[in-house]
C-alpha cells in the first residue's frame, strides 16, 4: 500500500523560531499534496495545497508568509512555520493523493514555548 | 463550496452491537467521492469506507457499510459487531474530482465501545 511518512512527529520549539517539517510519499510519486491543521478534537482544516515544481496555493485566511511550502520533488514536500508563537501550536497532518486515494501521513505535534 | 455535516459530536455503542454515524453533505456538483476516516487516538487517519456518487451500489467493507442517498446528500456509516478497537473519532470527507481534488471534512464524531 501507500505510505506517507512525516518527520519529525513531534518538535518542540521556542517562540519566534523556525521549524520545517517533512512529509515524503515513501513508494509513489505524489504531484500534489495537502497540508492541514487539527486542534484537539477538531477537525482537519486544509491549509495549502502543495504543487510540485509551482507555488503552493494557500487557503483563505492562511499566512503564506508564516506557513511556507516547498514541494521540492515528487516525493517531498515541506511546511515550514516561521517565527512560530505559542498560538502556532497544532497537530499538522500532510496527504497525498494516489489513484483518486487520499494517503495522510502519521502528523507532527509542534508546540511552542 | 462543499459542506460537510455531522450532527452527532459523540456516539456510543456496546460492544457487539450496531451503531450508525451520521453524515449530510451539500454540493451541486454530480459527481464526486465520499470517505468515511477513523482517527483513533495515535491521530493517524485511516480509510475506511469508500463511495463513488456515480455508483448506485453502497460500498462494504467487511463490517462496515454506508447508506448512501444521493439525492437527499446523506452519507452514514454502519458499524456492524462492533468492537473495542471501533472507538475513535470518525471523520465524513468530500471530495471533488475536480477543484484539485480538495477534500473536505466534517466535524468528526467520537464513537465510545462499551465493554
Known amino acids: 500500500g501507500a505510505v506517507v511518512s512525516q518527520h519529525p512527529s513531534r518538535v518542540i520549539c521556542k517562540s519566534g523560531t523556525s521549524v520545517k517539517i517533512e512529509c515524503r510519499s515513501l513508494?509513489?510519486?505524489?504531484?500534489?499534496m495537502f497540508w492541514y491543521r487539527q486542534f484537539p478534537k477538531q477537525s482537519l482544516m486544509l491549509m495549502a495545497t502543495s504543487n510540485e515544481g509551482s507555488k503552493a496555493t494557500y487557503e483563505q485566511g492562511v499566512e503564506k508568509d508564516k506557513f511556507l511550502i516547498n514541494h521540492a520533488s515528487l516525493t517531498l514536500s515541506t511546511l515550514t512555520v516561521t517565527s512560530a508563537h505559542p498560538e502556532d501550536s497544532s497537530f499538522y497532518i500532510c496527504?497525498?493523493?494516489?489513484?483518486?486515494?487520499?494517503?495522510f501521513g502519521p502528523g507532527t505535534r509542534l508546540t511552542v514555548t | 463550496a462543499q459542506t460537510v455535516t455531522q450532527s452527532q459530536p459523540e456516539m456510543s455503542v456496546q460492544e457487539a452491537e450496531t451503531v450508525t454515524l451520521s453524515c449530510t453533505y451539500d454540493?451541486?456538483?454530480?459527481?464526486?467521492?465520499l470517505f468515511w476516516y477513523k482517527q483513533p487516538p495515535s491521530r493517524q487517519m485511516i480509510l475506511v469506507i469508500r463511495?463513488?456518487?456515480?455508483?448506485?451500489q453502497n460500498a462494504t467493507e467487511n463490517r462496515f457499510s454506508v447508506n448512501f442517498q444521493k439525492a437527499a446528500k446523506s452519507f452514514s456509516l454502519k458499524i456492524s459487531d462492533s468492537q473495542l478497537g471501533d472507538a475513535a473519532m470518525y471523520f465524513c470527507a468530500y471530495r471533488s474530482i475536480t477543484n484539485a481534488g480538495k477534500s473536505t471534512f466534517g466535524d468528526g464524531t467520537t464513537l465510545t465501545v462499551k465493554p
Open positions: 513508494d509513489f510519486q505524489a504531484t500534489t
Open positions: 454540493t451541486s456538483e454530480s459527481d464526486y467521492y
Open positions: 496527504s497525498a493523493h494516489r489513484n483518486y486515494e487520499q494517503y
Open positions: 463511495q463513488e456518487a456515480y455508483k448506485q
